[in-house]
């Protein structure tokens, strides 16, 4: 028998096709001439329809190429990476390192280890001014593993969960891995990127399970005001929806803003929210990979049961290092967030002062979002090809505002150097003249 392989036309199937020589078959008119057959026996081995949903990452697709063309020797100012360009804390990667040598090694239980439930739950408290239990937190491989979670525990086919756009991609993505729908809200640069209740309330339907907030936000660095978070806890109670709280960049805060954790309003929105935070971004973790949610306690409980089919627990010693950080005083970062406000003063200030750009200030995270369409159907009709544009034209690297369902935008990530801040922009704006 000899099989061969190929992809069909029609993605997901792989086609695997066996052939049976020299099979015999007796003619009825002459048992003694046999006629020769070769048999070909196709099977298909499809992929699942969610395998399908899937789209490779556009920010690591483009930061990839733009260090592949580094790595050529070719001069690339990359405004993608969504990460700190700062170290780790040296007591943080001390207490991971310290814990290896101690031969902390082993599978813990999945929900994390006591001592750093205990200090998340901690933290909630002095930060956030919410009070949940260590049994109520759930300690994830990222940030993005803790939304991964809260989405297959909460939503069943057809559940629908509201997106306030520009919206980071992989919220999207997961919720129709878990079967659900995004319902996308729209905001404009005009409002600062904050939604209009009006049209939240408008968005909700019968199959509407829960509002994810973002708060700053990845991709636009909006801060939603206290009153604007307060109408939404009121929605939410009124319709009975759950409330996911992405609140990872809340230490990367500028000109005196004060963030508000929309659990902290009340004892019944804090009943209907699911608080998601991680280490990722406050303490230039990214790659440590430790997140945590903290939810009511059935939640947590189908959380913490769901994990331990799917990871089991985060790596063991980088458990210690997130202790160590939690234990850090919120001053020990206050330098990296200066930084920060410094280089979101540079790139905005540089950024406006291309004709036809025009933003808001960002006033979190690390990421500047301008609307670009004064130079779009001139040659180049959408943000995908203006990135394309620069990134081979200008040599920088920049992510389309289409990604986030912002079209007719670009995102910069400042969590560069200020050098580069200039250089890039500098490139941006000789080859937006190009086109103008």
Known sequence: MRYSAGLSPDFPHLVLTRRIPDCHKTSKKS?????????????????????GLLKPSPTLAITSKAKAMQAEGIDVVSFGAGEPDFNTPESICDAAIDAIRAGFTKYTPSAGIPELRKAV????????GLKYTPEQVIVSCGAKHSVYNT???????????????????????QIRLAGGVPKVVY?????????????????????TKAILVNSPSNPTGAVLPRETLKQIAALALRHSLWVIADEIYEHLLYDGEKHISIASLGKEIFDQTITINGCSKSYAMTGWRI?????????AKAMSNFQDQVTSNPTSFVQKGA???????ASSMEAMRVEFEARRDLIHGLLTAIPGIKMP????AFYALPDVSAYLGKGLATDLELAAYLLDEAKVATVPGSVFEGSGHLRL???????DIEKGVARIAEALKRIA
């Open 31 to 51: 048992a003694d001439a046999p006629h020769r057959y070769t048999f070909s026996v196709v099977t298909t081995l499809s992929l699942s329809a969610r395998a």
């Open 361 to 364: 200030k960002p006033k979190g």
């Open 291 to 299: 997140g945590y949610a903290a939810a009511p306690l059935p939640i």
């Open 323 to 329: 202790v160590a950080a939690l234990k850090l005083p």
């Open 413 to 419: 990530s400042y969590a560069t150097s200020r050098s």
């Open 151 to 173: 989405m297959q525990v909460l939503l069943d086919p057809g559940d629908e969960v509201i997106l306030i756009a520009p919206y980071w991609m992989t919220y999207a993505d």
């Open 187 to 207: 905001t404009t640069s005009d409002s600062g990127f904050v939604p209009d209740p009006e049209q939240l309330k408008e968005a909700i339907t019968p199959n």
């Open 121 to 128: 739950a901690n933290k909630f408290e002095v930060e956030n």
